[in-house]
């Protein structure tokens, strides 16, 4: 197996871990493989799976037993705000399906904000993508994401039913590991109450993310439409 990108392998070894947690492959209370063994299966040395593991303990998610070996914590996960971290894993995590549906992928002007934290240049574009996020069926937000033109190879992409942070970490080796966030109360408009499955001037929470990638460079402005009572979120 071989890593990409930027970040320390320990890092991308636990992602590849914790990513196993959440999709059911290590099951809870479950005893991990040695770490020889896991030195073996993701051809990395034993420094890289000891700082893995220390890290997914410092996380909740593993819990070491002096002479017994590694398990799958027991205990129950919950979502913190931290738009690095994919809607996907979110809902793996809370034992929920998570789906997507593209509404708009298209190349448009930015917005002032987008120029200012992107650091674009006077006569760029972005790319534009709106998409409907699903947990066991329900719609519960609409995502609204903006990248520079240089993820216009997004546009080619089948955007559908997947994770677009995994997209990215997994086939181009971009790692959104930095984000600033701020919240807010806000109220439907007509089309967002369409797309939501509620009321016009419904009550939403509004999550606007800054994400800068593994080497500090900003890449992605996202907002996102929150149903509140349809999907609980901590912070």
């Not at 017994?68 to 914590?73: A, D, E, I, L, Y």
């Not at 190349?107 to 699903?134: C, G, H, M, N, W």
């Not at 033109?149 to 677009?164: I, P, T, V, Y």
């Not at 016009?200 to 900003?218: A, F, M, R, V, W």
Request: with cysteine; charged share 25%.
């Amino acid at each position: 197996m071989s890593f990409e990108g930027d970040l320390p392998l320990y890092q991308q070894l636990a992602e590849l871990l914790k990513e196993g947690i959440y999709t059911g492959r290590y099951k809870q209370g479950q005893k991990l493989p040695t770490e020889l063994e896991l030195c073996e299966l993701y051809h990395v040395s034993r420094n890289t799976v000891r700082g893995a593991l220390r890290q997914l303990e410092k996380e909740n998610l593993l819990l070491r037993q002096q002479g017994k070996g590694t398990f799958v914590s027991k205990k129950k996960y919950n979502h913190h705000i931290v738009p690095a971290r994919s809607f996907t894993d979110m809902c793996r995590e809370i034992g929920c399906k998570a789906d997507a549906k593209v509404i708009k992928s298209v190349i448009q002007d930015p917005t002032e904000e987008d120029v200012s934290f992107l650091d674009l240049r006077p006569e760029a574009k972005i790319i534009a993508i709106e998409r409907i996020r699903y947990t066991d069926g329900i719609p519960v937000e609409l995502e609204i994401s903006h990248f520079p033109e240089s993820f216009a190879f997004l546009l080619d992409e089948e955007l559908n039913h997947c994770s677009m942070l995994g997209l990215l970490r997994e086939k181009y080796g971009v790692w959104f590991t930095k984000s600033r966030i701020s919240l807010e109360v806000t109220f439907a408009s007509y089309e967002m109450s369409h797309y939501l499955s509620v009321q016009k001037d419904y009550p939403l929470l509004l999550i606007n993310s800054e994400l800068s990638d593994q080497n500090g460079i900003p890449g992605c402005r996202c907002v996102q439409y929150v149903v509140g009572d349809k999907f609980k979120m901590i912070l």
